[in-house]
Nanobody, 117 residues
Framework: QVQFVESGGGLVQPGGSLRLSCAAS????????MGWYRQAPGKQRELVAD?????????HYADSVKGRFTISRDNAKNTVYLQMNSLKPEDTAVYVC?????????WGQGTQVTVSS
């Protein structure tokens, strides 16, 4: 059974930084892609960033986070990271780890990120 351990969320002031981690276990092969979604109160879940777990290093970012967020990976640990800089109040949401393998999609439990002064 695939499980995720998400960490790094919390409360930060506007302009601050946080680093989220998502470590996957319970799989034999590496995922095709891993990434992060977020869901703010009253809003739909949206893709924040994702990246290929293969050698092509393909990444994709939501327009709202380009230039501020960076996604990275550690294949050996089946772990993906999200470095979030210059955080804004509108980044406040539950951030959920996502992974894809063939036609299957897996979700973490989520970690709360709150940006407030």
């Amino acid at each position: 059974q695939v499980q995720f351990v998400e960490s790094g969320g919390g409360l930060v002031q506007p302009g601050g930084s946080l680093r989220l981690s998502c470590a996957a276990s319970g799989i034999i092969f590496s995922f095709d892609a891993m990434g992060w979604y977020r869901q703010a109160p009253g809003k739909q879940r949206e893709l924040v960033a994702d990246m290929s777990m293969s050698s092509d290093d393909r990444t994709h970012y939501a327009d709202s986070v380009k230039g501020r967020f960076t996604i990275s990976r550690d294949n050996a640990k089946n772990t993906v990271y999200l470095q979030m800089n210059s955080l804004k109040p509108e980044d406040t949401a539950v951030y959920v780890c996502n992974a894809a393998l063939a036609s299957n999609t897996y979700w973490g439990q989520g970690t709360q990120v709150t940006v407030s002064s």
